[in-house]
């Protein structure tokens, strides 16, 4: 695989962004005999336009598939979140892309139950040690532990600003090392899941510590600051920090090859959900996406 690029896509973050943006602007898309379809319309786009942009010779598409260990450890975790008021077209929308749309482009999806998409994520691009190139595609800042020499983050934040993050961009924003990313956020604390830092640490004061410590934990916990708060810093990192998923170890990254399905597949899928302005580019997202047409498949 040396020379090829692995895109790996974090599906419900960049899902719910897609699909809020397009409520915004359009009010809700639905087919003909009313099936919702405005989640899946733009996540289907921006995935196709990112994967026309970064030319992967490999895709995969991770979500949460349920029971979520760190709901367990902490009651807290995430608790600050609300389901979208029209939670059944929410669910249908999700569920039609990850089971009809997606296998219809020929892009697998995994979720492994227990997990987050996070640490799906975190796995595959450790483990995808014959890749030259890993793109991590996403809105969460979590993901950025897992940038390195030859794994970067594209950062989506709107429909206009996507931002590709290496190390030197983490750097930047950080002022620490990817790795160290969560020790700032455990201090600091992460509103968008609902985790608590310690009072008093923002983000700048809590780099700083990270920094004069060395990125090491023992020293940050008994920094005088840090001392009386150190079981909360603990419990935040386990919180912040993906986890090694070992039901994903033995994957085969060939089952990623883009190319696996046929433009008439596609033609199908875009007709069900009446996405008439995907199917005006069928042939682009077919050279895009590799695609076979039917006579050679047949052949």
């Known amino acids: 695989m040396k020379g090829d690029k692995l895109l790996i896509v974090d599906f419900y973050a960049l899902f719910y962004r897609a699909r809020n943006a397009l409520l915004r602007a359009t009010g809700g898309l639905s087919t003909s005999d009313g099936r919702p379809t405005t989640g899946a319309y733009g996540f289907v786009n921006n995935l196709l336009s990112t994967i026309e942009k970064i030319k992967p010779s490999h895709v995969v598409v991770c979500y949460d598939a349920g029971s979520n260990w760190r709901k367990e450890v902490s009651s807290e975790y995430k608790a600050n979140r609300t389901g979208p008021e029209d939670g ?172 696996g399905s046929t433009l008439g597949h596609v033609r199908e899928a875009f007709e069900r959900y009446e996405f008439s302005a995907l199917l005006k580019r069928l042939r682009k997202i077919g050279e895009t996406l590799k695609m076979k047409t039917e006579s050679q498949t047949a052949s």
């Open 88 to 259: 059944d077209s929410f669910r249908q929308e999700a569920l039609d892309a990850l089971d009809d749309l997606l296998p219809a482009l020929g892009i697998p999806v995994i979720g492994v139950k227990g997990y987050e998409a996070d640490d799906a994520i975190y796995t595959l691009s450790r483990n995808a040690t014959d890749f030259d190139d890993i793109v991590i595609f996403t809105c969460d800042q979590d993901l950025l532990q897992c940038v390195s020499e030859k794994t970067r983050v594209l950062l989506f934040n709107s429909a206009k600003k996507v931002t590709s993050m290496g190390l030197d961009e983490v750097r930047e924003s950080w002022g620490v090392n990817p790795p160290h990313v969560a020790l700032v956020k455990a201090l600091s604390g992460d509103s968008s899941d609902n985790i608590k830092g310690v009072r008093g640490i923002g983000q700048k004061t809590a780099t700083k510590i990270v920094v004069e410590s060395y990125a090491i934990l023992d020293t940050i916990l008994k920094h005088p600051k840090i001392e009386p708060f150190k079981d909360r810093v603990i419990s935040n990192l386990e919180l912040i920090r993906p986890t090694y998923v070992g039901e994903l170890q033995d994957v085969n990254y060939s089952d990623f090859v883009l190319g």
